[in-house]
């Protein structure tokens, strides 16, 4: 009977455990509890290679590279392709960094067992890292209870966690699985996990659904989604009949206008934080607001953002994010509104009656907008025409 990919995998991994590895690199991989010995082990000799490398050829001329050397370099990408063979076979993914992958890639077009190795014309100097990890781990596959693993395809990453997709062998759909980053903070923590609580709150059709939280690894599962906002838009504005992309801006008003009567702002709207779900075989769509990690509740203290705002579209009037309101999301809204409706990131100047919703959604002084998503609501129903849209107001 043979083992299971899991336990091939602690095998080779425990052939480590007696193998010498100096402090300084064992000290780089301590979030690394499984991985860790062996990816320190190949830190190492991978720079003792490349500095070594460096000393033979340090102009980038060629050079030779002595015969043991060679040899031994030799034997350490053997155990490198071993283990990348090993992990995916149980649903791990390993990342390298490109510097040292690209002298690992090349090295089998010139290493030679005997009398040394010439030294390629452009390889050298490598940079050979001393202060941060070379490898990390990136799931490529997950286990559901009570089936197989499944495999996960990377579909996005952002500021602080990983976005995949797999299959439910179930049901055969698409679910999308979002993962925190190994490096993550307490605080990005705390926020991850309140991300899901707040939509796991609220069961409505314009807003992404999530299904279950993994404390093991913070990650969760949610609905699959096959386009982001920009992305629908850009490839499909020209056959898109007003009347659909209407539609599309009304589905996103009434989330919006959900979140707002319950108290949330979402602060952190963007073309690629709404999203488009697609169906098989028609033309039918639906638009899910999505990404509620920086989303604020009546009830919260929460005011910074981090690194997670950039691509949002903010309101320049806002001068702290503690001081966050529903007007705040509408100067956004009337982007995404422009965007949808037009195909258009610059907003809509022209003086008819879609320009002045547009417009008075984002205008400079908070006090001028509408106050309400509601407001908006009202005024696009009567704009379900295109030649009532493009009336002079």
Not at 183 to 207: G, Q, S, T, W
Not at 247 to 270: E, P, T
Not at 279 to 296: E, I, Q, W
């Amino acid at each position: 009977m043979s083992l299971s990919p899991q336990r091939q995998l602690d095998n080779y991994l425990s052939q480590f455990a007696e193998k010498q590895v100096d402090g300084k690199y064992l000290g780089l991989y301590d979030g690394e509890r499984r991985f860790g010995r062996v990816f320190a082990w190949l830190h190492e000799q991978y720079n003792n290679a490349f500095e070594f490398m460096n000393y033979k050829a340090p102009q980038g001329v060629g050079g030779h590279f002595n015969a043991d050397p060679s040899r031994e370099l030799m034997e350490v990408n053997e155990t490198y392709s071993a283990l990348l063979r090993i992990a995916s076979k149980a649903g791990i993914r390993i990342e390298t960094k490109p510097e040292y992958q690209r002298v690992i890639d090349s090295s089998p077009g010139w290493l030679q067992p005997t009398c040394g190795s010439p030294i390629p014309e452009g390889l050298t100097p490598i940079e050979v890292e001393y202060y941060d990890t070379v490898f990390e781990t990136e799931e490529s596959g997950t286990t559901l209870a009570g089936t197989e693993q499944v495999r996960l395809q990377l579909v996005g990453e952002g500021a602080y966690a990983f976005v995949h997709k797999f299959t439910d062998p179930n049901y055969g759909i698409q679910i999308a699985r979002k993962r925190l980053k190994k490096d993550a903070d307490p605080k990005e923590v705390e926020r991850f996990r309140r991300e899901f609580d707040i939509m796991k709150r609220f069961d409505f059709p314009y807003i992404l659904k999530v299904y279950r939280y993994d404390e093991s690894d913070n990650s969760y599962t949610m609905e699959y989604c096959e386009h982001t906002l920009r992305d629908y838009i850009s490839h499909n504005i020209q056959k898109m009949s007003y009347q659909t992309r209407h539609k599309m801006a009304m589905q996103f008003l009434y989330a919006m206008n959900f979140l707002h009567r319950r108290g949330v702002c979402h602060r952190d709207l963007s073309y690629r934080n709404v999203l488009v779900h697609t169906y098989r075989g028609s033309d039918a769509f639906m638009v899910k607001v999505s990404d509620f990690g920086l989303a604020k509740e009546k009830t919260s203290d929460l005011t910074s953002t981090g690194s997670a705002m950039k691509g949002s579209i903010i309101d320049p009037a806002l001068k702290s994010f503690r001081d966050f309101k529903p007007v705040n999301d509408i100067y956004s809204i009337g982007f995404i509104l422009n965007y949808t409706l037009t195909g258009k990131e610059n907003l809509v100047t022209d003086g008819s009656r879609l320009g002045s919703i547009i417009q008075k959604c984002s205008a400079t002084n908070p006090a001028d907008r509408y106050q309400t998503v509601k407001g908006i609501i009202e005024e696009m129903k009567k704009l379900r025409d295109s030649r009532t849209a493009l009336q002079s107001a």
